[in-house]
């Protein structure tokens, strides 16, 4: 997965990244980006990791690694990331990495 982006004038440069995780989808807005891999057997789990394009710290990026559920679906807000699991939990996380909310999402 390669993002590039020539606009540059109305904020940073977006970071290279080596994907190590095989990440198969992802969600930007001005602030960062949020990946997400599928899990491929039982010893690589599904992976998902924000990263900001800019920060006050080097290691400002986070990631959590989801044992026996796969992530569906992923948002990226100004203050949250949020995953759909194959679990059908919606779980929400602080930018920080800190999870606020893991609730079961009912089908109809």
């Not at 100004?78 to 059908?88: D, E, K, N």
Request: aromatic fraction near 10%; proline fraction near 4%.
């Amino acid at each position: 997965m390669q993002i590039d982006s020539d606009d540059t004038s109305s904020g940073p440069r977006v970071p290279a990244m080596t994907d190590y995780f095989g990440f198969t989808m992802t969600s930007l807005n001005e602030s960062g980006s949020v990946f997400a891999n599928p899990c491929k057997g039982e010893k690589n789990m599904g992976t998902l990791m924000h990263r900001p394009f800019s920060s006050w710290a080097n290691n400002s990026e986070g990631s959590m690694r989801l044992e026996g559920e796969e992530v569906r679906a992923i948002a990226l807000g100004s203050a949250w990331v949020a995953a759909v699991t194959s679990l059908i939990f919606l779980r929400i996380f602080t930018k920080g990495g800190l999870q606020v909310c893991k609730d079961s999402i009912i089908k109809f």
